[in-house]
C-alpha cells in the first residue's frame, strides 16, 4: 500500500487516532535550541502527485477516517494554492471528515490573508498546534524560535477570527532558573490575549544532539528541578484570565497532570499544584516521565 511515511514521525497527544498524512517532511525552520524532531530531515515540500496517491490509498484502508493530520512539523508553511488541493481531496476521500489540523508556526498564519484563512477553514482545515513555549521575547530569542510573542498572538488571533481552533503549547523551564518568573507571567499574559480553544503546558527536556542541551550541560542554564517546575506552572496558572480554554497538563514530561476549563476552575488547579508543592498530593516518578 503506498501510504509512506518518512521516519520520525511526530503529532500531538490529541491526534493519536487521526490519519497522518505527509504534505510536507520536516520543519521549515528547524532552528529552535530545543528541537531535535527534523534535525535528521530536510525540508521539503512533498509533490502534490504522491499526497493524492496516499489519500486514495487511506481512503480504501480506513474510509471512515475522521480526522487527519498534516505532517510534518509546519505542515501550514504551505501556500493556500497548495493547501487547498490537499483539503479537497481529503473531503472527497473522506466522507466522515470532520478535523484537518497541522502544527503551524507564526510565519506561516500571518503570510497568509484573512480571506485565505477563511477559505482554509471552509476547506476543512479546523485547528492550528502552535509552540509559543514562552510569552518572553528574550526567552524566545534565545531559544531561536522565531518569532515574537506578539506575532504568535496574532497569528492565533488571526486564525480564531477565521473559525480555526488554536492548540498553544508552552514549556516549564524553557528559561531556565535564571529567568523562570519573568517567563511564567509573559506567558500568562500572552496567553491570556490569545484565549486559545486549548492551551497546555509540557516540562522541557533537553535532548542530547541540541544546542539546549549544550547550554544545560555547560551550566549556562540551569534547569529547575521538580519542585521548581510546580512552582513555575503556578505562576503561570494563577496568571491565566483565558475565557473558554481548555488547560491540560498530561503530557508525559510534566511532573503534576492536571486538567480543567479556565477560566472557571483556574482556582481549583492553583490548589492541586499547592497539594502538590506540600506533599499532599504525589508527582509523576522521575522514572515514568518521557518526553
Ligand atoms: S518550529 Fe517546531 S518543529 Fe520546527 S524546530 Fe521549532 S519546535 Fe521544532
Redesign the pocket.
Known sequence: MPVRYEEPV?RPPSEAASYLLHVTY???????S?????LQKTFRVRPLEQVRQDIEAAACAYPVTDKVFLL???AMTLSSARLLPVLESLRAAFPRLRRVSA?S?ADSVLDKSDAELRELQEAGLGLLYF?L?SGDDPTLERV???ATAREYTDAVLRSKAAGIKASVMGLIGIAGRERWRTHAEATARVVSEMSPRFFSLLTVTPVPGTSFHEEVQSGRITLPDARETLEELRAILQGLECNGTIFRSNHASNYLPLAGRLPQDRERLVALVDDALDGRLELKPEWLRGL
Do not use: L
Open positions: 511526530y520536516g520543519c521549515s525552520h528547524n532552528r529552535c530545543y528541537c531535535a524532531m527534523y510534518d512539523g509546519d502544527y508556526n509552540g513555549e531561536v524560535k522565531g
